[in-house]
């Protein structure tokens, strides 16, 4: 049993140092438009960008975008950052991005998953889910779920990544 423990722990270890060297899965997604978008051209210049994961059926993802959305042109006039709002709803549902999108007041790009492969790759289990990546594709931070506040740590910490 301790020979298991130990070997358990050792490959979460091991994850956990290789995860600090993953990048972005290069996934073809459609956008609200049906148009073919590769993962792997998103960018912004030389800065990191952020993904957002979300699904019109997750009411903490509405809640983490709508809020964002809030101060989402000063942070881009602050420090240029860029969000991919990634919808993983599935061919039920993806009819609604669009309606959702176009009723809302986001500036995101929006991309759709629908057969979630993009999600499988980047290691996402349930929506919402945030990460920051840099301009090489490098994985820098992540977050699962969401609460009042968290969009504040996302800002600090993209702003901490942009100074590096």
């Not at 972005?24 to 978008?37: F, G, R, S």
């Not at 991309?111 to 289990?125: L, P, Q, Y």
């Not at 594709?137 to 702003?159: P, R």
Request: proline share 2%.
């Amino acid at each position: 049993m301790k020979k298991l423990m130990l070997l358990a722990l050792t490959a979460l270890l091991g994850f956990a140092v290789n995860a600090q060297d993953a990048k972005i899965a290069k996934i073809n997604v459609k956008d609200i438009n049906c148009k073919t978008v590769n993962t792997g051209d998103f960018s912004n210049d030389s800065k990191p960008f952020v993904l957002c994961f979300w699904a019109t059926w997750c009411h903490p993802c509405l809640e983490e975008l709508n809020t964002i959305a809030e101060s989402y042109s000063d942070w881009k006039e602050e420090t240029g950052i860029k969000i991919y709002a990634v919808s993983i709803d599935d061919t039920r549902t993806k009819g609604k991005v669009k309606t959702l999108v176009n009723g809302s007041e986001w500036e995101y790009e929006v991309v759709i998953d629908e057969n979630s492969d993009f999600k499988r790759a980047m290691g996402v289990n349930n929506p919402p889910h945030t990460f920051i990546i840099g301009a090489d594709g490098t994985i820098l931070w992540q977050h699962a779920g969401y609460a009042e506040g968290d969009e504040q740590t996302t800002i600090a910490k993209y702003k901490e990544f942009l100074s590096k």
